[in-house]
């Protein structure tokens, strides 16, 4: 069995109107220009999302929306992950009832787990659902790691978990959840979840990449991807070398939604840049930096 997930899958921001209300038409028009650029899938819902700072039923409405809205021209990833394992099946089995392609799972935050309580947590979510699930190792929000031997264990049981968003700054950990975990099960994908570590996950055999600058840049990060498949690997490093400007965006605020929909807009998306607070409005003088960088990798 090959991948069922590969490629270049923006984690889509969701889009609020300025009195902070979700906004369909921003958010239609964001998914669009998304699919005109050759996206392989979208994912919503996640940290770029701000599922955290939303209600289980907002989460279930926004999750209608995209599956809806998307129409089967992508495939669909929901994030469904949060502090509570009821919550969480809950939230997987919604999105299997309104047709997603597959759900991602971020570890419960704020309590750091035993072994054998994050062991129980995914298998409940994996046993409630037949989708595939994409497991989300972000240790530097969630306060704890997701290590190769840990997802090994968890694939070894579960068939539909299927793959991993490897938000790390590690290419050590990233190469290592290649050669423990897809060495033994080759259908089981490894994402980049860093802009910059898209060249090097697929140097060593992983797929691709599901990175905030797909939402702004997608051209840019599809190209390295196209570019090494075919092989290209002049192209793939020109390519990776004007990438290596964007992770600067997201030193600019915390949390960093702010900057991503500041950057989709200075793009040409028309969309508001409201975003949940606590994050709050940028500033003109965020907002000329985030040029300056947009400007040097040539996307304005």
């Known amino acids: 069995m090959g991948e069922i997930f590969r490629g270049i899958i923006p984690p889509v ?10 906004d369909p038409n921003g958010m239609g028009r964001l998914i669009d220009f998304l699919i005109s650029s050759g996206v392989h899938g979208l994912f919503f819902l996640g940290t770029g999302g701000e599922f955290s700072q ?28 949060g502090t509570s394992t009821r919550e969480v099946v809950e939230l997987s089995e919604h999105s299997e009832k309104i047709g997603a392609d597959g759900v991602v799972v971020i570890n419960p935050y704020y309590w750091p787990l035993s072994h054998e309580n994050l062991i129980n947590h995914y298998k409940a979510v994996a046993e409630s659902i037949s989708l595939p699930i994409i497991l989300y190792n972000f240790p530097q929000l969630t306060g704890q790691d997701l290590p190769p031997d840990f997802v090994l264990e968890l694939v070894s049981q579960y068939t539909n ?5 490897e938000t790390t700054d590690s290419a050590g950990h990233i190469r290592e959840m290649i050669l423990k975990v897809k060495a033994n099960f080759p259908y089981f994908s490894v994402f980049a979840g860093y802009d910059d570590h898209l060249l090097n996950t697929l140097s060593l ?3 691709g990449a599901i990175s905030a600058g797909g939402n702004f840049a997608p051209h840019l990060i599809i190209g390295i991807y196209n570019a090494f498949k075919e092989k290209d690997f002049v192209r793939a490093i020109e390519l990776h070398k004007q990438l290596a400007y964007l992770p600067m965006l997201y030193k600019i605020d915390s949390p960093f939604v702010t900057v991503v929909k ?6 040409g998306v028309e969309i508001s840049t409201y975003s949940l607070p606590p994050a709050r409005s940028l500033h003109q003088k965020e907002i000329e930096h985030i040029k300056e960088i947009l400007k040097r990798v040539s996307l304005i």
């Open 13 to 22: 921001p969701t889009i609020f109107n300025e009195n902070g209300y979700f």
């Open 54 to 81: 939303m209600s289980s039923q907002q989460r279930k409405d926004i999750a209608e929306f995209a599956v809806e809205y998307v129409g089967k021209r992508v495939p669909v990833l929901i994030g469904t992950g």
């Open 205 to 207: 055999g992983g797929d």
């Open 161 to 165: 978990i299927v793959g991993i968003k």
């Open 262 to 267: 500041e950057a989709i807009r200075l793009v």
